[in-house]
C-alpha cells in the first residue's frame, strides 16, 4: 500500500531489531521491519550470552534453553606467559550460535509483523513523518525510526555520524569448530594484539571469535599463519588451532569495527543495540546489552502510546536518559579493561591481582553486566 504510514519502522533485523520489533507489534503496534540479509546466517561473534535477558525472552516467548542452547556457568581466562584464571561466573550465560538465534527470533517476528529484505539507502524526516528510502527507491513511511542497523552502517554515513568517519584499529575473525570442550565453561584466551573467545554452541560445534588489530595482523601472511605464529603463543590457543576440525569453509572476517561513543538519538531516529553504542567483547554483554535497549524503547515507546499522549521530544529525553543510566557506565568499564588488557605490563600485573584476589574478577564483570531484567 502506497500511502501506508507504519507507528515504527525498524531498520536493522540483528537481535536488537527482532527483539523491538517482537515486543511492540505483540502490542499491536504497525511496524515494519527491514533488514538487508536473509535467515538464517552466521556473524562474528563470541556467541555467549549472559543470563541476564533470559526473563524478558521467555516473556516474549524465547526460550533459548528450550532451543537447544548450551548453559555457560564458568569463565577461564589465559595469556600468552601461560597464566590462568577460572571463575564461576554470578549471572553466568547459554552459548548459541547467531546462525540460530537470530533465525529463532526471525520466525516469531514474521508471525507478527511485516519484514522487508532490502537495504536503506537514506532517512528523511518532514512534518512529523519520516521517509525510509531503499536501495530499489521504494519509499516506506512511519511515524517513528529506529536504527537497529549494528555497528556501523551506511546509514551512519548518510547520516553524517561521527565514528563513521573515523578509521578503526579492530578486526574480528570467527569460525565454528569441531573440538572436545567443556560444555559449562566460556574461555578468553590472550594473545598479542588482541583475544580469542571459545564456548560451545546448540551444535555442539566450537565457537572461536577472535578481536585484534591490523596492526598486529599485517605482519603475518594472512589468517592461518596469524592463527599458527601468533595466536599460539599462547598454550590454550596452540592446543585448540592444532586439535580442532574447521567446520566453515573460511572463517568469517569483519573490520572497522569502532568503539567509540554514540548517541542513542540522531536525528530523531531511536538508536537500539550497536547503532547506539558497542561494548568491547571481552565483557560478553554486546547480545543482552542489544536485546536490553530494545526493550528499553519498546516499554518507553507504549507507555506514551497506550496513554495516547505521543510527544517526540520527551520521548527522546526519556530514551537518552535511561540508556545512559544503564549503559554508559558498562561501555566505560569496558573500554577501560580493554586498555588494560592489551598493554603487556598491565595485563601482567593485572592476571597476578586476579590470582591473588579473584574476587575481583567478579566484581569487573558484574560491572560490565547487568541484573536480569525482567518481563515485557
Ligand atoms: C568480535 C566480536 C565478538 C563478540 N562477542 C560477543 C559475545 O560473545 N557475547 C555478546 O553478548 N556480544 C558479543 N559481541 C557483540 C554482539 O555481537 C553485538 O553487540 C550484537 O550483535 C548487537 O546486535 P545488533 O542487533 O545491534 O546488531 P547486528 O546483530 O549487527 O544487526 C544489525 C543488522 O542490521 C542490518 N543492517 C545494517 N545496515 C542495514 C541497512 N542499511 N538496511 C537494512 N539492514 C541493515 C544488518 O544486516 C544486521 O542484520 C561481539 C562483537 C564482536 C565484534
Not at 176 to 194: N, Q, R, S
Not at 299 to 318: A, D, I, V, W
Request: include cysteine; proline fraction near 4%.
Amino acid at each position: 500500500m502506497k500511502n501506508r504510514i507504519y507507528d515504527v519502522i525498524i531498520i536493522g533485523g540483528g537481535l536488537a531489531g527482532l527483539t523491538c520489533a517482537l515486543h511492540l507489534s505483540k502490542q499491536g503496534i504497525d511496524v515494519l521491519l527491514i533488514e538487508k540479509d536473509t535467515f538464517p546466517d552466521h556473524k562474528v561473534c563470541g556467541e555467549y550470552i549472559s543470563n541476564e535477558v533470559l526473563p524478558y525472552l521467555n516473556s516474549l516467548a524465547i526460550d533459548p534453553l528450550a532451543e537447544g542452547a548450551i548453559s555457560i556457568s564458568k569463565l577461564k581466562i589465559s595469556n600468552y606467559n601461560n597464566k590462568e584464571i577460572e571463575t564461576t561466573l554470578p549471572l553466568g550465560g547459554f552459548g548459541m550460535s547467531r546462525y540460530y538465534f537470530d533465525n529463532l527470533l526471525f520466525k516469531k517476528v514474521k508471525e507478527k509483523c511485516k519484514v522487508v529484505f532490502k537495504t536503506v539507502e537514506s532517512i528523511s524526516f518532514q512534518s512529523e513523518i519520516f521517509t525510509v528510502t531503499t536501495q530499489d527507491t521504494t519509499e516506506y513511511k512511519a511515524k517513528y525510526v529506529v536504527g537497529a542497523h549494528g555497528k556501523r552502517s551506511n546509514i551512519d554515513k548518510k547520516l553524517n555520524r561521527k565514528f563513521s568517519k573515523q578509521q578503526s584499529p579492530w578486526l574480528a575473525v570467527k569460525a565454528h569448530y569441531d573440538y572436545e570442550f567443556p560444555l559449562d565453561t566460556v574461555a578468553l584466551h590472550t594473545f598479542k594484539g588482541g583475544y580469542c573467545g571459545l564456548s560451545k554452541t546448540e551444535t555442539g560445534a566450537v565457537n572461536a571469535c577472535y578481536l585484534t588489530t591490523y596492526t598486529s595482523f599485517k605482519k603475518y601472511k594472512g589468517i592461518e599463519d596469524f592463527q599458527k605464529n601468533n595466536l599460539s603463543k599462547n598454550p590454550n590457543l596452540k592446543q585448540f588451532f592444532s586439535e580442532a576440525t574447521p567446520l566453515f569453509d573460511s572463517p568469517l572476517t569483519i573490520g572497522q569495527i569502532s568503539f567509540q561513543p554514540k548517541n542513542p538519538v540522531e536525528n530523531h531516529i531511536f538508536m537500539i543495540g550497536d547503532s547506539a553504542g558497542l561494548i568491547h567483547p571481552l565483557c560478553g554483554n554486546g547480545m543482552a546489552m542489544a536485546i536490553h535497549s530494545a526493550k528499553l524503547f519498546s516499554e518507553l515507546f507504549l507507555k506514551q502510546h497506550t496513554t495516547k499522549k505521543m510527544n517526540r521530544s520527551s520521548l527522546e529525553k526519556e530514551y537518552e536518559k535511561h540508556w545512559n543510566n544503564t549503559f554508559s557506565n558498562r561501555l566505560k568499564t569496558g573500554r577501560y579493561i580493554q586498555k588494560l588488557l592489551m598493554n603487556e605490563t598491565t595485563a601482567g600485573i593485572g592476571f597476578s591481582l586476579l590470582n591473588t584476589f579473584p574476587n575481583m574478577l567478579n566484581m569487573i564483570i558484574r560491572k560490565t553486566h547487568g541484573n536480569p531484567i525482567q518481563h515485557a
